[in-house]
């Protein structure tokens, strides 16, 4: 099912509830009624919108990274700060092929009765795309704290932010995963 193909819901009493409550129980509603073909389809349209997003990111960021060796400041780094920007070009170039390998699998793939497997795939590369991706944010942002803040605050802030991507991206879904799981399943939607 494309995204213009989406069932639309008739509108009644029960659209004017609070939008969480209603995107939830219209969501479970059309999981467990939609088919196995349907869902495949769904997930990949899903996956290819986070590919979407993902790719711009981390394609600004990896060329950002790659015309700093080119700039006069370069020359005047530390050992330290070149292992530093070494290992982030690298995360970057490792996040980059994570990231557009859904693209790749798809058209390798197309045509080959193969959806399910390459929506897993292509599910894994996206996760494995974003711890990455996160790591090079991590790294590039101590490339340049190291150069512009003081001492051993550049390490704190950048150990904050790490720590708060971890919440964004990994403890809060994870959590909610884990609540969904835990709550009674109603056909009542």
Known sequence: MT??????????????????????????????TETPRERVNRRWNEIL????????????LFGFLLSVAFTPVFRELEL????????????GAA?????????????????????????????RMMMCGMVLLALTIGCTLLLILRFVVPGVLAELLVGGIM???????????????????RRPRTDDA
């Not at 330290?80 to 995360?91: A, E, N």
């Open 95 to 123: 996040a980059t092929a994570s990231l557009i390998a859904p693209v790749s699998l798809h058209r390798f793939l197309s045509g080959q009765r193969m959806k399910d497997e390459v929506v897993e795939a292509a599910g």
């Open 3 to 32: 995204m213009t193909e989406q069932r639309a819901e008739p509108a009644g009493e029960n659209t004017a509830c609070c939008a969480h409550h209603h995107s939830h129980d219209a969501r479970s509603g059309a999981e467990d």
């Open 80 to 91: 330290l700060d070149r292992v530093i920007y070494v290992t982030t070009v690298m995360l």
């Open 49 to 60: 919108q986070e590919t979407r997003v993902t790719q711009t990111g981390v394609q600004i």
């Open 163 to 181: 720590l708060w991507f971890g919440l964004c991206w990994y403890a809060l879904p994870l959590r909610l995963r884990r609540r969904a799981a």
